[in-house]
């Protein structure tokens, strides 16, 4: 395989990250100055067909599952052999970057088409998948392409709406899927050696060490929630501050609550409130009411289910001071995912054998493999992140970084066994 990776690594990783910028401009884009490419959209639809285009001159055979998970796959030496299934996702945060998700799903399709131009078979197949909405960026319910495929639930399609109403079943219906078929997403885990994810790592770590690579050794577990705290709404200049009952007041103490006791955690915790609204809005009036969000990670199970509880103790705590209610609701919980343990191993021995250090890491940030963690083996690549930047328009990777993750991807397909 070296001289196969030294003959292709480049130019294939340069044709990837080319493509990936092509696919962040309109017409793949559903805005103008940017690109969003939320799930089933238009610009996801044009961009399914346009990766179709390029699946298929790779040499994979291609089709749409149930949910709209374009699937390629590239026989083995013999047919029907159990397959290793590489992917990632090719829809987009609001105003993101043009390699989350995408560039994985392009080094995958780098991968079959060097295969090919060699005429290799493996002992095993190779399926290639472009999941849609990991993101969330249009239905609460986020990895919808990876849930159905693992057979998780994707919760109720008729009742799933994004903000301008449309259900779920709808946009299924509007690019020509019927829901009635949504069952035939699922695949058994017996056909499937396991599962590689290639990402970028949408963090600073791998540039703050001066490394290309590194394996993922697991995912954080992620605990979201929405709250709504009810205080009294007064006249800014009437009511004298010990009688006030302000909603943004609480909610301000009880956002700088969180930073506080996530600092506390020496790193095992990451706590966000990403969203704030306070109502009625009004610059001379009290606010009676706020509604944010929380979000909180870590990759040890207990030590999340304990920071819900703080957190939610914390709440309490300060909405009981200052006679505010609260509400809690609209929970989405996911678990930490460890990796294989045996893939994770040969994929850091990969690394080593193209000539980078074994590092390995844990992720900070959701991913598909989340839902393939618990189903088959299941391990992840991370390539570079220039600056730490993702999820913004000046997101980006460098050349010789996704020519190394090419060169272990490379050297892990040929290292695998059947």
Aim: hydrophobic residues 40%; aromatic residues 6%.
């Amino acid at each position: 395989m070296d001289r196969f990776t030294a003959h292709h690594s480049r130019s294939s990783a340069q044709r990837a990250m080319n493509r990936c910028r092509e696919l962040s401009e309109t017409p793949y884009s559903d805005i103008p100055d940017g690109l969003f490419r939320p799930f089933l959209g238009s610009a996801h639809t044009i961009t399914s067909e346009r990766v179709t285009s390029w699946m298929q001159n790779a040499g994979l055979s291609v089709r749409r599952d149930a949910i709209g998970t374009l699937i390629g796959r590239y026989e083995g030496a013999q047919p029907d052999a159990p397959a290793l299934l590489i992917g990632s996702h090719i829809d987009s945060v609001l105003n993101g970057g043009a390699f989350d998700g995408m560039l994985g799903v392009l080094l995958a399709i780098e991968c079959v088409s060097a295969l090919q131009s060699n005429n290799q078979r493996l002992p095993y197949a190779i399926e290639v998948a472009a999941f849609g909405d990991e993101e969330g960026s249009r239905f609460p319910q986020s990895m919808l392409g990876s849930r159905a495929l693992s057979g998780k639930s994707v919760g109720s399609v008729a009742e799933i709406q994004d903000q301008d109403g449309i259900t779920l079943q709808e946009a299924l219906k509007g690019v020509g899927l019927d829901i009635a078929y949504l069952e035939r997403a699922r695949r058994s885990p017996h056909e499937f050696l396991g599962y590689l994810e290639l990402h970028i790592e949408q963090g600073p770590i791998l540039d703050k060490e001066g490394l290309s690579v590194a394996a993922v050794e697991a995912i954080v577990g992620i605990r979201r929630f929405h709250v709504i705290l009810k205080g009294e709404a007064g006249h800014a200049g009437t009511v004298p501050m010990e009688m006030r009952r302000d909603a943004l007041a609480a909610a301000s103490e009880i956002v700088l609550g969180i930073e506080a006791y996530a600092n506390q955690s020496e790193g095992q915790l990451r706590a966000t409130v990403g969203k704030s609204e306070a109502f009625p809005g009004a610059i001379n009036i009290i606010p009676s009411r706020v509604a944010f969000t929380i979000e909180l990670r870590s990759a040890d199970h207990s030590g999340l289910d304990c920071s819900v509880l703080k957190v939610t103790s914390l709440i309490e705590a300060i909405c009981a001071k200052r006679n505010i209610s609260a509400t809690i609701f609209d929970r989405q919980d996911f678990e930490p995912a460890l990796c294989d343990t045996r893939l994770t191993t040969l994929l850091e021995d990969c690394i080593e054998t193209a000539g980078h250090p074994r590092k390995r890491l844990v992720s900070g940030a959701g991913h598909d493999a989340m839902m393939m963690c618990d189903w088959i083996p299941t391990t992840m690549l991370f390539i570079r992140s220039p600056g730490g930047i993702s999820h913004h328009p000046a997101e980006t990777v460098e050349l010789k970084d996704v020519a190394a993750a090419f060169d272990v991807m490379m050297t892990f397909v040929s290292s695998l066994d059947a």
